[in-house]
């Protein structure tokens, strides 16, 4: 059974700081995705990583995957308000991208003036 | 671009009830359709996925069951609710060159 671990789970950090979330999986994938929920709200997708040492950038938010290592990183760069959310990662185990995915238990990031 | 649509927003039902929850879909046709459920702070579960009208894979034993009577519709649905249905339910298309999963609006539910 596909493990999916985020941690941490509650992440409290300054604006202008920077942070790192890291994602663990037990399984062979080369497909991972980035999420964002707001609350009370629906998923957003952010990034969608297909290949070992694929690398994704959009605004402060950077993710990486390294397919050898199990590993997945969410980089906030200079952190602002707006970031606050909670982050999920998921791992698609087919590696084919039409199934189904496995989610991390998510991160709670706010962001504190 | 692809729209999802889900019905209703919000629901209060008591324990017992029947339950029907819907997801149409916009802009795309014979999508891989996806039903999950999310606890009250907690990460999301597949229920159900279908890659076409008729076709359901169940992932998880429960009192629920999922249809797609139609290309763009995909419903779930219960006889007898339990307290422990209680969640957000959210439906996800496939669309894309990434094949990534993208989210309707979600289904607010509590059992009572």
């Known amino acids: 059974e596909l493990k999916v671990e985020q941690n941490p789970l509650f992440l409290s950090m300054q604006e202008g700081k920077n942070y790192t979330i890291y994602c663990n999986y037990s399984?062979?994938?080369?497909?991972l995705y980035w999420y964002r929920q707001d609350p009370g709200k629906s998923l957003e997708s952010l990034f969608v990583?297909?290949?070992?040492?694929a690398v994704k950038q959009e605004g402060r938010l950077m993710a990486s995957l390294d397919t050898k290592a199990r590993l997945s990183t969410l980089h906030i760069t200079a952190a602002v308000h707006d970031l606050s959310a909670t982050y999920f990662c998921?791992?698609?185990?087919?590696?084919?991208?039409?199934?189904?995915?496995?989610f991390g238990t998510g991160t709670r990031l706010t962001i504190i003036p | 671009s692809q729209t999802i649509h889900q019905w209703p927003a919000t629901l209060v039902q008591p324990v017992g009830s029947p339950l029907s929850l819907e997801c149409t879909v916009e802009?795309?046709?014979?999508?891989?359709l996806y039903w999950y459920r999310q606890a009250a702070g907690r990460g999301l579960q597949l229920l159900f996925y279908?890659?076409?009208?008729?076709?359901i894979s169940s992932e998880v034993p429960q009192n629920l069951s999922a249809s797609r009577p139609q290309d763009r519709q995909f419903i779930l649905s219960s006889k007898k609710l339990l307290l422990s249905d209680s969640g957000f339910y959210l439906c996800?298309?496939?669309?894309?060159?990434?094949?990534?999963?993208?989210f309707g609006p979600g289904t607010r539910l509590t059992v009572l």
């Open positions: 802009g795309t046709s014979n999508p891989n």
């Open positions: 998921a791992v698609d185990e087919s590696g084919e991208g039409n199934e189904k995915l496995t």
């Open positions: 990583l297909l290949s070992n040492g």
């Open positions: 399984t062979t994938s080369d497909r």
């Open positions: 279908s890659v076409g009208i008729g076709q």
């Open positions: 996800a298309l496939l669309a894309g060159e990434t094949d990534t999963q993208y």
